[in-house]
């Protein structure tokens, strides 16, 4: 296995683990006011191959500990005896850092990719002469 494919294979999980990760964060916008809905957390580990290229995966998915505003709606169907009900514990301001982040990481990935890619085609034109 060449350089070159071990450095696109590098960004190419880069670039899957960020995409996995807009996905989450967009899953969670979504939800914003749903009732009861538990926000979604993303967590990343280092994968290591036979070959000793470590690439990125998504280790896990889970949800957020922390508990969602209680909301005061009497006429609302989920709402209990006192009138309130869960709503979500999804913060729009924290989805949207989160996204803005995921995106620049992506995009540094891609640009990672293209570079590696230019590279290599530089010296097959190179190895052509």
Request: aromatic share 6%; glycine share 6%.
């Amino acid at each position: 296995m060449s350089a070159f494919s071990k450095a696109l294979g590098v960004s190419a999980s880069g670039l899957n683990a960020q995409a996995q990760r807009l996905r989450i964060v967009s899953e969670n916008v979504a939800n914003t006011d749903t009732p009861g809905y538990r926000r979604k957390t993303v967590a990343f580990s280092e994968d290591v191959e036979n070959s000793g290229i470590a690439k990125v995966a998504l280790e896990r998915v889970s949800l957020d500990r922390r508990s969602g505003e209680k909301i005061y709606d009497p006429g609302h169907p989920m709402a209990d005896q006192t009138g309130h009900y869960t709503g979500s514990n999804v913060d729009l301001i924290v989805e949207i850092a989160d996204a803005r982040e995921a995106q620049r990481s992506y995009e540094a990935n891609l640009k990672m990719f293209d570079q590696a890619r230019q590279m290599s085609s530089g010296l097959m034109d190179l190895l052509r002469k």
